[in-house]
């Protein structure tokens, strides 16, 4: 491919019949990038692939490669741009062959035969899709993700420098999805122009150069993975909590759902809850609390702890201190100005050894009504003791003057409910 065809809309509205679904768009694709089309579910997404590709009517100005779409014969659009739906009836009893070499159709005159070539380039596409041992199969019988590689097969052999996909994964499975994923974005590099719709963020931040957000038929963002899918934009486009990090895998915006705030936790919203954990302890009670909308902090984390970067990730309030080293005065001030100012402080109980036990201590100079203590099914106190028995004793007297402690995340919220009755303590239990 030469990579000579781009993309440029401008102000484009198309819908069906009098509603315009897709409104006011206006963008450009050069030649060479894979760009990917994100937004919510009827957002529009096919609807202005369709009109990318001429399947539906638009106004505005559409141009390929400089050329106004409309002034294309059906054939020089067919040389120029390939167009993959996200599924398509199979009225007929076709061969996977014979459907892709219907696109070569477009490229020879009306009554000339296929050449050689053209076989060529059929079996060339059946094999870079994965489908070339189907290629004698009545379409009829593919699976859903067989017959979708056939379709990008088919696209693939019209040999277009423009190439637009609806939701080209959404039947795939795993290894099948970067094997299609890996070869689109092949291509672009080699020039070709890539527009994709993608339903998996994840994997569009992890493919494409560059992302389109839709919502209401509406551009909303327009930039590279990381620059769009922010949280916040996530939050105002899809209505989701997520966070989003830096995977170290491949150093793409990788982003996380965040449970959905819980209707029975709402009332605990306001609450600020101060988790002490350690060596890993916290990691999955942090993204739970988080999760159900609570204000959670960290307490002091060592860099190299997978609790501190659950909280980065989290971007939840903590104190990072170096690894191997005592914990300095100024961190367990800090800390116990965060202990004074929770509502309540949870204690995910994990190792305690000469270097962190001022942070119990330091706990143990508080309340003990307004600490709970999250003890794993199966452990006692002993088993985190590495202090010749004070952090273990210090733990029983935390429990022997009342704070609470429970074995299950969901007994930490019934705990921090503030129509938490402490007579119905089936929950809690004395840990000797
Ligand atoms: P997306 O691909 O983002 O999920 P679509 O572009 O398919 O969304 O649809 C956008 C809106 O257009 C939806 O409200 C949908 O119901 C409507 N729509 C889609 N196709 C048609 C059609 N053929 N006739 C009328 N409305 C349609
Ligand atoms: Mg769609």
Redesign the pocket.
């Known amino acids: 491919m030469t990579g000579q065809y781009s993309i440029n809309a401008e102000d484009l509205h198309a819908?069906?019949?009098t509603?315009d679904?897709?409104k006011s768009i206006s963008c450009s694709f050069a030649p060479g990038t894979f760009i990917g089309?994100i937004?919510?579910?009827?957002?529009?997404?096919?609807?202005?692939?369709?009109a990318f590709s001429r399947v539906?009517p638009a106004s505005g100005i559409l141009e390929l490669d400089g050329k106004a779409v409309s002034d294309f014969t059906p054939a020089e659009l067919g040389m120029a741009l390939g167009f993959v739906p996200?599924d398509e009836g199979r009225p007929f009893s076709y061969t996977v062959l014979q459907v892709v070499l219907m696109a070569r159709y477009a490229r020879t005159s009306r009554f000339a035969a296929l050449t050689p070539d053209d076989y060529a380039r059929c079996h060339r596409a059946l094999d870079e899709t994965g489908v070339a041992h189907l290629a004698d199969r009545s379409i009829r019988t593919l699976s859903g993700g067989e017959w979708q590689r056939v379709l990008i097969a088919r696209a693939l052999a019209q040999d277009t420098n423009v190439l637009l996909l609806?939701?080209p994964t959404s039947h795939l499975d795993l290894a099948h999805q970067s094997d299609i994923l890996t070869l689109l974005r092949d291509l672009a590099a080699s020039g070709a122009t890539i527009i994709g719709?993608f339903h998996d963020l994840n994997l569009a931040a992890l493919y494409c150069d560059r992302l389109i957000m839709?919502k209401n038929?509406q551009m909303v963002a327009d930039g590279t993975p990381d620059t769009v899918l922010t949280p916040e934009k996530i939050r105002e486009v899809y209505s989701a909590e997520v966070v989003t990090s830096c995977h170290p895998a491949t150093g793409r915006t990788f982003l996380m759902p965040v449970k959905a705030i819980n209707g029975n936790v709402l009332p605990l919203k306001s609450l600020n809850v101060q988790v002490i954990s350690g060596g890993g302890s916290g990691s999955g009670l942090l993204h739970f609390l988080t999760g159900r909308g609570l204000s959670v902090s960290a307490g002091i984390l060592a860099t190299t702890d997978t609790d501190y970067i659950t909280a980065k990730v989290l971007e939840l309030a903590c104190i990072p201190v170096l690894p191997f080293s005592r914990i300095p005065v100024y961190a367990l001030e800090k800390l116990k100005a965060m202990l004074a100012q929770a509502d309540r402080v949870v204690l995910s109980v994990h190792p305690i050894g000469a270097g962190n036990l001022p942070v119990l201590l330091a706990l143990c100079d508080m309340d003990p009504a307004r600490i709970i203590i999250h003890l794993p099914e199966g452990r006692e106190f002993a088993s985190y003791d590495f202090t010749k028995g004070t952090a273990a004793a210090a733990c029983q007297g935390l429990c022997a003057a009342g704070a609470p402690c429970t074995s299950t995340y969901d007994g930490i919220l019934r705990l921090l409910s503030p129509n938490f009755n402490g007579d119905e303590n089936h929950e809690t239990r004395n840990t000797n």
């Open positions: 819908g069906y019949g509603q679904i897709v089309i937004g919510p579910n009827g957002s529009g997404k096919t609807t202005l692939l369709k539906i996200q609806d939701e719709v839709i038929g």
